[in-house]
């Protein structure tokens, strides 16, 4: 059975610190990039970060950039996402994903890549 079952969500004051995890299995972890969209309410889904296990190669949006930092087990099949001065507009519910593709400086976007395997979000709430 395929699951990423994501945590480490949680309620967190601007500026401070946040880890995600992403465990996976029921696949090939290496074979796949692996990374966190989110959403807000009343916003469109934004692609987060993505890494690929298998060349370590990683994309972030630009307005992450600085702040977060993906990286990944392969021992444990986890990916982190250390979310570091976080900004009351990083609220969001992030979902981890996993698509048969590697992960590409372009983007992290439905649009660029069929996403396989969805978890269940976990909820960030930053409060100024």
């Known amino acids: 059975e395929v699951q990423l079952q994501a945590s480490g969500g949680g309620l967190v004051q601007a500026g401070g610190s946040l880890r995600l995890s992403c465990a996976a299995s029921?696949?090939?972890?290496?074979?796949?990039?692996i990374g966190w969209f989110r959403q807000a309410p009343g916003k469109e889904r934004e692609g987060v970060s993505c890494?690929?296990?298998?060349?370590?190669?990683?994309y972030y949006a630009d307005s992450v950039k600085g702040r977060f930092t993906i990286s990944s087990d392969n021992a444990k099949n986890t990916v982190y996402l250390q979310m570091n001065s976080l900004k009351p507009e990083d609220t969001a519910v992030y979902y981890c994903?996993?698509?048969?593709?590697?992960?590409?400086?372009?983007?992290?976007?439905?649009?660029?890549?069929?996403?396989?395997?969805w978890g269940k979000g976990t909820q960030v709430t930053v409060s100024s």
């Open positions: 029921g696949f090939t972890f290496d074979d796949y990039a």
């Open positions: 994903a996993a698509a048969y593709d590697v992960c590409s400086a372009y983007g992290w976007h439905t649009d660029l890549y069929v996403i396989d395997y």
């Open positions: 890494i690929s296990s298998s060349d370590g190669s990683t």
